[in-house]
């Protein structure tokens, strides 16, 4: 398996712009996180989804961001529009989920954005 | 709640020198305990996990085992190596509700010198 994907790998926008970051999860894995990493506020997980629903969004910061699961094999997070302090790392994981705790996290490499 | 405490750091070794790590936990039942890894400029990696009260996990010369008595899951290593500079987060995953969310500590940053 080629693991979770992400893309881009690196985004730089101008402030006011829509960004899309895309993610694949591992075939079979019917859970998916969206997480943000920053050096002030360390990693904070946004929305999950369980079989492409979301459960939480409690930690999408505001109404610019929204993300999505259409399908099992691909998931969107959106800003729009962009600020400059939404520039971060943002990651992709997924799980196998419930019953199988412990199987953990399986992590992308994430997508680096920078917001000008 | 679930929620999980680890050592501040930056903790800086010399090569070769003994590494601990505390991670401690407060959860209900019997969570599944995970230590992961992030390397300059990656995602966070699976390093070792526990599934259970006395259990050790181990991978490239890391250990930590479940102690339940104290509720930590303490990562050591006996002789570390400067590739071995990384982050790395103490993590635990309850079972039941939706979904096994992992509850993950801040993180404590690893720099090996040689």
């Known amino acids: 398996d080629a693991g979770v994907i992400q893309s881009p790998r690196h985004e730089v926008t101008e402030m006011g712009q829509e960004v899309t970051l895309r993610c694949k999860p591992i075939?079979?894995?019917?859970?998916l996180f969206w997480y943000r990493q920053t050096m002030m506020r360390g990693l904070e997980l946004l929305i999950y989804?369980?079989?492409?629903?979301?459960?939480?969004d409690s930690g999408m910061p505001e109404d610019r961001f929204s993300a999505k699961m259409p399908n099992a094999s691909f998931s969107t997070l959106k800003i729009q529009p962009s600020e400059p302090r939404d520039s971060a790392v943002y990651f992709c994981?997924?799980?196998?989920?419930?019953?199988?705790?412990?199987?953990?996290?399986?992590f992308g490499s994430g997508t680096r954005l920078t917001v000008v | 709640g679930n929620s999980v405490t680890q050592m501040e750091g930056p903790v800086t070794l010399s090569e070769e020198a003994f590494l601990t790590i505390n991670c401690t936990y407060t959860a209900t039942g019997y969570p599944s305990l995970f230590w992961y890894v992030q390397y300059p400029g990656e995602g966070l990696q699976l390093l070792l996990k526990a599934t259970k009260a006395d259990d050790k996990g181990s991978n490239k010369g890391f250990e930590a085992t479940y102690r339940k008595e104290t509720t930590s899951f303490h990562l050591e290593k006996g002789s570390v190596q400067v590739s071995d500079s990384a982050v790395y987060f103490c993590?635990?995953?309850?079972?039941?509700?939706?979904?096994?969310?992992?509850?993950f500590g801040t993180g404590t940053l690893l720099a090996v010198q040689p």
């Open positions: 993590a635990l995953s309850a079972a039941g509700g939706a979904t096994n969310k992992l509850i």
């Open positions: 075939s079979g894995h019917n859970s």
């Open positions: 989804f369980n079989n492409n629903v979301p459960i939480d």
């Open positions: 994981a997924s799980s196998p989920g419930q019953p199988y705790p412990q199987y953990g996290y399986t």
